[in-house]
C-alpha cells in the first residue's frame, strides 16, 4: 500500500467510526422511551430530535470551515494562525448556540407551525426541546473543534469523543429514568450530559496534545481580511447547507403526499443512501485535511495524487456497494421492517436505490476536496445548479412517473452536484497554486 493510501485511511477509518456512532444517540433515547409505555413518548423524541437534527446540520459550516482553513495553515505550519482558527470557530459556535439558548421558546413555537403532533407529543417534545438545548454550546462549540482536529490531520480524537459521548449517553440516560423515576426528562437530561461530557473531553484531549499553540499570541484573531475570508467561507457552507437540507426535506415529504406505503418504502430505501454516505464521508474528511494540507505546503503533485487516491477509494467503495446492495439489499429491507406491503412495493424503486453509489461518489470526493482547497464558492454553485436540477426534473415529470420521478430527481441531483464539480475542479487547483 502507497504512503498516500495509508494517510486516506489513517483519516478516513476514524472518521468513518465516528459518522456510525451518531445516529446511535439519537436510537439510544428511542430505544429507552419506547420501553416507557406509551407511544407518545416516542413521539416527542422523534420530533424533538427532528428539530435539533436541522438545527444542529444548518450550521455544520462550523465543522466544514474550520477544516479546510486549518488544514492549510497545518501545510504552512502557522501556527499561530492554527490558535487563531481554533478560537474564531468554537467562539463563533458559542456565539450561535448562546442565541440559540436565548431565542429557544420563539424557535420551538416556529417549529410547531411545521410540525402538527398531538397535543400531549407536543408537550413532551417541549420538555425535551428546553432541557436539550442548552447543549447547543457544547455541541457547537464541539463542531469547531471536529473540523480543527480534521484540519489538523487528527481523527482519532473525533472518534474517541464520539464512542464516549455514547457511552455517557446510555449510562446517564438509564439512570435517570430507572433509577432517577423520570421519563422524556430522564433521556433529555442523558442527552445534555453526553453533549456536554464529549464537548470538554475534546477540549481537556486539546490541552493535552496541542497545548503547546498557547504560546502563540492571539494577535490579529479579528484582522479584518481573515475575519473576511473566514466568514466568506462559512457563509457559503450555509447557503450550501440550506439547498441540501431543502432537497431532503422535500424528498420525505414528497413521498409522504403519497401515502403511507410510498412514504416507508422511500424512508427505507434512503437508509441505504445513509450507509453509503456514512462511508463516503470518511474519505470527504480525509479529502478535507490532505488536500488543505498540500495547498498549505505549496506541493500540487502530492495534491494531485491525493486527488487520484480519493478517486481511486471512492470507486471501490461504488463496487462494493452497488455489489452488497444487488445481492443483500432485500434482506436489508427485511431487517428494517416485517411488512410484506412495504418490502413488496420498494422492489419497484430498488433499482433507484442501486444508483446512489455510482452516481453520489464524485460528489462527497469533490466536497471534501473543495472544502480543503477552501473552494466553498464553487460547492455552492454546484448544490445551487443540483438543486434546481432536483425540483426542475420532479415538477416536470411527477404526473407522469409518481414517485419515479422523486428518484430521478434525486440521483440527478446526486450526480449533477460531481459533475459540476469536475468542471470547476481544473479552476480550484489553478487558484490554490496561483
Not at 71 to 90: C, I, K, T
Amino acid at each position: 500500500m502507497k504512503a498516500i493510501d495509508r494517510e486516506i485511511l489513517r483519516i478516513a477509518l476514524p472518521s468513518i467510526v465516528s459518522n456510525i456512532t451518531v445516529p446511535l444517540l439519537g436510537l439510544v433515547d428511542v430505544t429507552i422511551v419506547g420501553h416507557l409505555g406509551s407511544p407518545a413518548y416516542i413521539g416527542a423524541i422523534a420530533v424533538g430530535g427532528l428539530l435539533f437534527n436541522i438545527i444542529y446540520w444548518i450550521f455544520g459550516f462550523l465543522r466544514m470551515g474550520t477544516s479546510g482553513m486549518t488544514s492549510q495553515a497545518y501545510g504552512r505550519q502557522d501556527q499561530p494562525e492554527m490558535l487563531r482558527l481554533l478560537v474564531r470557530a468554537v467562539g463563533l459556535g458559542v456565539l450561535i448556540a448562546v442565541l440559540l439558548v436565548i431565542l429557544q421558546v420563539p424557535i420551538a413555537q416556529g417549529a410547531f407551525l411545521f410540525i402538527h403532533p398531538t397535543e400531549e407529543i407536543r408537550e413532551l417534545a417541549t420538555t425535551y426541546f428546553r432541557i436539550c438545548i442548552w447543549g447547543a454550546p457544547a455541541m457547537l462549540g464541539l463542531y469547531g473543534l471536529t473540523g480543527w482536529y480534521i484540519g489538523m490531520q487528527n481523527s482519532r480524537i473525533p472518534m474517541a469523543v464520539a464512542i464516549t459521548q455514547n457511552v455517557v449517553n446510555i449510562a446517564a440516560s438509564l439512570s435517570f429514568v430507572y433509577w432517577g423515576g423520570m421519563k422524556v426528562e430522564g433521556v433529555a437530561l442523558g442527552t445534555l450530559v453526553a453533549q456536554w461530557a464529549g464537548f470538554l473531553m475534546a477540549l481537556g484531549l486539546w490541552f493535552r496534545h496541542y497545548g503547546y499553540l498557547r504560546r502563540h499570541s492571539l494577535q490579529g484573531l479579528w484582522q479584518r481580511e481573515a475575519m473576511a475570508r473566514f466568514f466568506g467561507v462559512n457563509r457559503d457552507i450555509f447557503l450550501r447547507t440550506l439547498c441540501l437540507v431543502a432537497v431532503t426535506m422535500f424528498f420525505t415529504s414528497a413521498g409522504a403526499a403519497q401515502g403511507e406505503i410510498i412514504l416507508a418504502v422511500n424512508t427505507l430505501l434512503m437508509q441505504l443512501f445513509t450507509l453509503f454516505s456514512y462511508i463516503m464521508d470518511g474519505f470527504a474528511y480525509a479529502g478535507e485535511a490532505l488536500s488543505g494540507r498540500y495547498i498549505g505546503a505549496r506541493n500540487p503533485k502530492a495534491f494531485q495524487d491525493t486527488v487520484r487516491h480519493l478517486f481511486l477509494w471512492g470507486g471501490m467503495m461504488v463496487l462494493l456497494f452497488t455489489g452488497m446492495y444487488a445481492l443483500g439489499g432485500n434482506a436489508f429491507l427485511g431487517l428494517l421492517t416485517d411488512e410484506p406491503e412495504v418490502i413488496a412495493a420498494s422492489g419497484d424503486y430498488f433499482l433507484w436505490a442501486l444508483l446512489i453509489p455510482v452516481a453520489g461518489m464524485a460528489a462527497f470526493v469533490w466536497d471534501g476536496v473543495f472544502i480543503g482547497a477552501t473552494a466553498t464558492r464553487g460547492m455552492l454553485m454546484a448544490m445551487a445548479a443540483a438543486a434546481l436540477c432536483f425540483f426542475g426534473l420532479y415538477y416536470g415529470l411527477r404526473e407522469l412517473w409518481g414517485n419515479h420521478a422523486l428518484w430521478l430527481a434525486f440521483v440527478t441531483y446526486l450526480a449533477m452536484r460531481g459533475v459540476v464539480q469536475t468542471g470547476l475542479a481544473r479552476g480550484v487547483r489553478r487558484k490554490a497554486f496561483a
